[in-house]
């Protein structure tokens, strides 16, 4: 079992930056490939970033290439999301989520291959 715990959401103007992290427990991160996700009031989930188990690919929804940037540390467990030059309809909750990836490039796009989720943490971006 992977537990993830995110934090770093907030409140935040348009315009501005938000780091997100996700930690986890109960196995080590290295042999997961780690995805954040967010899901907007009405809106389906969606796919934000995925990288692979250390970082030999990273992969972001074609809208936000630029803004956003997944990292992760194995040696702490941690995966982060730095936002930068945030828009109101970036609001949403970020969940941080894991799959296991037997492949070093693994870093997959659908949310429906993540097996373990976070509780998820609120963003909301005010204009």
């Known amino acids: 079992q992977v537990h993830l715990v995110e934090s770093g959401g907030g409140l935040v103007q348009a315009g501005g930056s938000l780091r997100l992290s996700c930690a986890a427990s109960?196995?080590?991160?290295?042999?997961?490939?780690m995805g954040w996700v967010r899901q907007a009031p009405g809106k389906e989930r969606e796919i934000v970033a995925a990288?692979?188990?250390?970082?030999?690919?990273?992969d972001y929804a074609d809208s936000l290439k630029g803004r956003f940037t997944i990292s992760r540390d194995n040696a702490k467990n941690t995966v982060y999301l730095q936002m930068n030059s945030l828009k109101p309809e970036d609001t949403a909750v970020y969940y941080c989520?894991?799959?296991?990836?037997?492949?070093?490039?693994?870093?997959?796009?659908?949310?429906?291959?993540?097996?373990?989720w976070g509780q998820g943490t609120q963003v909301t971006v005010s204009s």
């Open positions: 989520a894991a799959v296991y990836c037997s492949g070093y490039r693994c870093a997959p796009r659908e949310e429906v291959r993540y097996g373990y």
């Open positions: 109960g196995r080590t991160l290295s042999s997961y490939a």
């Open positions: 990288v692979s188990r250390n970082v030999e690919r990273t």
